[in-house]
């Protein structure tokens, strides 16, 4: 990059997981300075913020890492990952699926709203011209704030409702995983050398990974279809 040109700034929502990690090193090849952003909102798996944190460092972006509390989320509950009334589904449910005919219980209600209202504020800030978030195809059809025309909506009222985007600079939101399979996903993001042993994606929130729940098995197909072998430990199968 020449020195004389501004530097690109990009806020990151990692939650330390398989698919916002990957958004960090396809954020970094992109040419931007990472500006990683968690959210704790009593998420049951609340391992995950660790493991944001080891991603973090990893990038060398520690200094900026922000961690945001949002612990209402739980207060609220209606969703498997902030309400331990409600359970986490597992194989005995069902084969895991890449595509879910409705929304699952593990929908948490408004979370990605909040989070890029958040992020948005972030950017602005911080000079970011851009916000990552790792929605993709296994998620769209089942949450609804998942979904492309949700992202698009979502731009339009940045650009509404923020100094930036009333002066024509605006803030982007960036969804390069949002047509990709888990293991298209993982194939780019080993290419990128992302750190995928720092991550997790069990909603269970156990130091080792169940294997067991949706998101679990959604990982392992995902590395199974991507002819690789999954580097984190998942707990021994009966």
Do not use: W
Request: net charge negative; charged share 20%.
């Amino acid at each position: 990059m020449n020195s004389n040109e501004p530097v690109r700034k990009a806020v990151v929502i990692l939650s330390g997981g398989l698919d916002s990690t990957t958004c960090m090193g396809m954020a970094q090849e992109a040419g931007y300075e990472l500006f990683p952003l968690t959210f704790d909102y009593g998420q049951r798996h609340r391992i995950e913020l660790d493991n944001a944190r080891q991603v973090a460092e990893f990038y060398g972006v520690q200094n900026r890492h922000k961690v945001v509390q949002l612990g209402f989320l739980r207060d609220f509950g209606g969703s498997a990952l902030t309400d331990d009334t409600i359970a986490v589904p597992t194989a005995n449910q069902g084969e895991a699926t890449e595509q879910e005919s409705e929304i699952p219980v593990t929908y948490v209600p408004g979370r990605n709203l909040l989070f890029l209202s958040i992020a948005t504020s972030f950017a602005e800030v911080m000079g970011c011209e851009a916000i990552y978030i790792g929605v993709n195809a296994l998620d769209y059809s089942g949450y609804p704030d998942c979904r492309p025309e949700f992202i698009g909506k979502v731009e339009e009222v940045i650009a509404l409702a923020t100094k930036v985007g009333v002066e024509g600079k605006g803030i982007t939101i960036q969804t390069p995983l949002i047509s990709l399979t888990k293991a298209d996903i993982i194939r780019e993001g080993s290419r990128l050398g992302v750190p995928y042993e720092l991550t997790t994606s069990c909603y269970n929130g156990k130091l080792e990974a169940c294997g067991d729940c949706d998101s679990c098995r959604l990982r392992l197909k995902g590395f199974a279809d991507a002819g690789m072998s999954d580097p984190i430990v998942y707990a021994a199968q009966d």
